[in-house]
Protein backbone atom coordinates (compact mmCIF):
# COMPACT_ATOMS: atom_id res chain seq x y z
CA UNK A 1 0.00 0.00 0.00
CA UNK A 2 2.63 2.24 0.66
CA UNK A 3 4.74 1.35 -2.34
CA UNK A 4 0.94 2.46 -4.36
CA UNK A 5 0.95 5.66 -2.80
CA UNK A 6 4.15 6.29 -3.44
CA UNK A 7 4.01 5.77 -7.30
CA UNK A 8 0.85 7.88 -7.56
CA UNK A 9 2.57 10.89 -5.45
CA UNK A 10 5.49 10.43 -7.78
CA UNK A 11 3.03 10.74 -10.67
CA UNK A 12 1.09 13.58 -9.66
CA UNK A 13 4.51 15.81 -9.19
CA UNK A 14 5.27 18.80 -11.03
CA UNK A 15 9.42 19.18 -11.12
CA UNK A 16 11.05 21.50 -9.02
CA UNK A 17 13.45 22.64 -10.49
CA UNK A 18 12.14 23.27 -14.09
CA UNK A 19 14.49 23.46 -17.24
CA UNK A 20 13.69 26.84 -18.70
CA UNK A 21 14.66 25.76 -21.82
CA UNK A 22 12.01 22.73 -21.83
CA UNK A 23 9.67 24.65 -20.57
CA UNK A 24 9.77 27.44 -23.60
CA UNK A 25 9.85 24.83 -25.87
CA UNK A 26 6.59 23.24 -24.52
CA UNK A 27 5.19 26.93 -24.70
CA UNK A 28 6.16 26.91 -28.61
CA UNK A 29 4.58 23.63 -28.92
CA UNK A 30 1.56 25.04 -27.65
CA UNK A 31 1.49 28.56 -29.73
CA UNK A 32 2.07 25.99 -32.91
CA UNK A 33 -1.53 23.58 -31.62
CA UNK A 34 -3.28 26.65 -31.11
CA UNK A 35 -2.31 28.16 -34.35
CA UNK A 36 -3.17 25.44 -36.38
CA UNK A 37 -6.72 25.02 -34.57
CA UNK A 38 -7.29 28.30 -35.46
CA UNK A 39 -5.61 27.88 -39.23
CA UNK A 40 -7.48 25.15 -40.17
CA UNK A 41 -10.87 25.58 -38.22
CA UNK A 42 -10.51 23.03 -35.75
CA UNK A 43 -12.63 23.44 -32.92
CA UNK A 44 -12.02 19.54 -31.67
CA UNK A 45 -8.25 20.11 -31.00
CA UNK A 46 -9.14 23.06 -28.19
CA UNK A 47 -9.91 20.05 -26.39
CA UNK A 48 -6.58 18.80 -27.13
CA UNK A 49 -4.88 21.62 -25.69
CA UNK A 50 -6.88 21.48 -22.66
CA UNK A 51 -5.72 18.09 -21.97
CA UNK A 52 -2.15 19.09 -22.32
CA UNK A 53 -2.56 21.51 -19.96
CA UNK A 54 -4.58 19.35 -17.47
CA UNK A 55 -2.00 16.92 -17.73
CA UNK A 56 1.11 19.02 -17.19
CA UNK A 57 -0.44 20.58 -14.34
CA UNK A 58 -1.14 17.63 -12.58
CA UNK A 59 1.71 15.70 -13.56
CA UNK A 60 4.67 17.92 -15.15
CA UNK A 61 5.64 16.58 -18.39
CA UNK A 62 4.83 13.12 -17.18
CA UNK A 63 1.56 12.31 -19.22
CA UNK A 64 1.58 15.47 -21.67
CA UNK A 65 3.16 13.97 -24.83
CA UNK A 66 3.83 17.31 -25.87
CA UNK A 67 5.56 17.53 -22.67
CA UNK A 68 7.00 13.87 -23.03
CA UNK A 69 8.51 14.87 -26.53
CA UNK A 70 10.31 18.22 -25.59
CA UNK A 71 11.90 16.62 -22.21
CA UNK A 72 12.98 13.26 -24.01
CA UNK A 73 13.67 14.53 -27.41
CA UNK A 74 14.00 17.93 -28.25
CA UNK A 75 15.98 19.44 -25.08
CA UNK A 76 18.28 16.42 -24.62
CA UNK A 77 19.18 17.24 -28.27
CA UNK A 78 19.86 20.85 -28.43
CA UNK A 79 23.55 22.45 -27.21
CA UNK A 80 22.21 24.60 -24.73
CA UNK A 81 22.85 24.59 -21.07
CA UNK A 82 19.80 23.87 -18.71
CA UNK A 83 18.64 26.48 -17.21
CA UNK A 84 16.48 25.77 -13.79
CA UNK A 85 13.78 27.96 -12.23
CA UNK A 86 11.65 27.45 -10.19
CA UNK A 87 8.36 25.08 -10.27
CA UNK A 88 5.68 26.05 -8.75
CA UNK A 89 5.25 29.25 -10.91
CA UNK A 90 5.43 27.30 -14.03
CA UNK A 91 2.81 25.28 -12.42
CA UNK A 92 0.51 28.13 -11.75
CA UNK A 93 1.33 29.24 -15.14
CA UNK A 94 0.09 25.69 -17.01
CA UNK A 95 -3.16 26.17 -14.25
CA UNK A 96 -3.79 29.51 -15.95
CA UNK A 97 -2.98 28.08 -19.43
CA UNK A 98 -5.38 25.32 -18.51
CA UNK A 99 -8.29 27.92 -17.62
CA UNK A 100 -8.09 29.35 -21.15
CA UNK A 101 -7.71 26.16 -23.35
CA UNK A 102 -10.61 24.77 -20.89
CA UNK A 103 -12.64 27.29 -21.66
CA UNK A 104 -12.04 27.36 -25.13
CA UNK A 105 -12.73 23.77 -25.53
CA UNK A 106 -15.96 24.14 -23.41
CA UNK A 107 -16.98 27.16 -25.86
CA UNK A 108 -16.19 25.07 -29.33
CA UNK A 109 -17.64 21.81 -28.15
CA UNK A 110 -20.12 22.62 -25.49
CA UNK A 111 -21.90 25.99 -26.81
CA UNK A 112 -20.89 25.98 -30.57
CA UNK A 113 -19.59 29.41 -30.28
CA UNK A 114 -16.40 28.73 -32.30
CA UNK A 115 -15.58 32.08 -32.74
CA UNK A 116 -15.73 32.94 -29.32
CA UNK A 117 -13.30 29.89 -28.56
CA UNK A 118 -10.71 30.91 -30.97
CA UNK A 119 -10.34 34.38 -29.60
CA UNK A 120 -9.83 32.86 -26.32
CA UNK A 121 -7.25 30.44 -27.64
CA UNK A 122 -5.62 33.69 -29.24
CA UNK A 123 -5.15 34.80 -26.26
CA UNK A 124 -3.33 31.80 -25.20
CA UNK A 125 -1.30 32.19 -28.24
CA UNK A 126 -0.26 35.71 -27.15
CA UNK A 127 0.82 34.75 -23.53
CA UNK A 128 2.91 31.19 -24.98
CA UNK A 129 4.24 33.39 -27.34
CA UNK A 130 5.51 36.10 -24.70
CA UNK A 131 7.05 32.67 -22.79
CA UNK A 132 8.45 30.88 -26.20
CA UNK A 133 9.98 33.19 -27.96
CA UNK A 134 10.90 36.17 -25.47
CA UNK A 135 11.27 34.02 -22.24
CA UNK A 136 8.39 36.70 -20.44
CA UNK A 137 6.25 34.24 -18.29
CA UNK A 138 2.88 35.54 -17.44
CA UNK A 139 1.31 33.37 -15.35
CA UNK A 140 5.60 33.21 -13.58
CA UNK A 141 4.96 37.28 -12.83
CA UNK A 142 1.25 36.45 -11.49
CA UNK A 143 2.30 34.20 -9.47
CA UNK A 144 4.95 36.33 -7.53
CA UNK A 145 2.58 39.43 -7.30
CA UNK A 146 0.44 36.80 -5.34
CA UNK A 147 2.96 36.08 -3.39
CA UNK A 148 3.84 39.87 -3.02
CA UNK A 149 0.18 40.55 -1.60
CA UNK A 150 0.22 37.50 0.31
CA UNK A 151 -2.24 35.32 -1.38
CA UNK A 152 0.13 32.69 -2.02
CA UNK A 153 2.15 31.81 1.35
CA UNK A 154 6.14 32.17 1.02
CA UNK A 155 6.12 28.31 2.24
CA UNK A 156 4.65 27.37 -1.43
CA UNK A 157 7.57 28.56 -2.78
CA UNK A 158 11.17 29.22 -1.00
CA UNK A 159 13.41 30.20 -3.77
CA UNK A 160 10.32 32.47 -5.38
CA UNK A 161 10.20 34.38 -1.63
CA UNK A 162 13.58 34.87 -1.60
CA UNK A 163 13.93 35.91 -5.43
CA UNK A 164 10.93 38.26 -4.95
CA UNK A 165 12.31 40.14 -1.73
CA UNK A 166 15.47 40.72 -3.58
CA UNK A 167 13.31 42.63 -6.26
Known sequence: MAGEQSVVRRLFSFPD???EVSARLVAGGVVALSLATIAFDLPWMT???AYGFAARVATGPTLSPLGQIVTRFITPRLAL?????P???K??????GLVFSLSAALLALALDDVTAAYVVLGLLVCAAS???????CLGCRAFA???????????VCERCADISVAR
Open 47 to 49: AVV
Open 81 to 85: AERPV
Open 145 to 155: LLMRVGVIPAA
Open 130 to 136: LEAFAGV
Open 87 to 89: GPP
Open 91 to 96: RFAQLI
Open 17 to 19: PVN
